[in-house]
């Protein structure tokens, strides 16, 4: 399998391959973690939906229009108003 070194995750001591327990502070060693491979617990109607779909893969770009509105005094008057009615005031 090749391991490394293990790395003590309390105290960041580095242990030798297949260390159970930190030589230096007795704490237990976790095991390595495999991350599996996504294609072999994603459905294969999904995978293929994907790959058909360049753009979910490389992104887009689009041309978009944004509003942004401030309430004059908003600040000072949130202080002194309840935050659930600040909320429906807005």
């Keep these: ?15 030798p391959a297949g260390a159970r327990f ?5 704490a237990p060693l976790a095991a390595p973690t495999i991350t599996p491979e996504p294609r072999s617990y994603t459905p294969r109607h999904l995978v293929e939906k994907i790959l058909a779909s360049k ?13 942004f509105a401030d ?3 908003s600040m000072e ?11 429906r005031l807005l």
Aim: aromatic share 4%; hydrophobic share 30%; with cysteine.
């Design 1 to 15: 399998m090749g391991e490394g070194p293990v790395t003590c995750r309390f105290c960041k001591h580095e242990n």
């Design 22 to 26: 930190c030589n230096d502070c007795g």
């Design 55 to 67: 753009s979910a893969l490389r992104g887009e770009r689009k041309l978009v229009t944004v509003l």
């Design 71 to 73: 309430v004059v005094r």
């Design 77 to 87: 008057l949130a202080e002194r108003v309840d935050p659930e009615e600040w909320h």
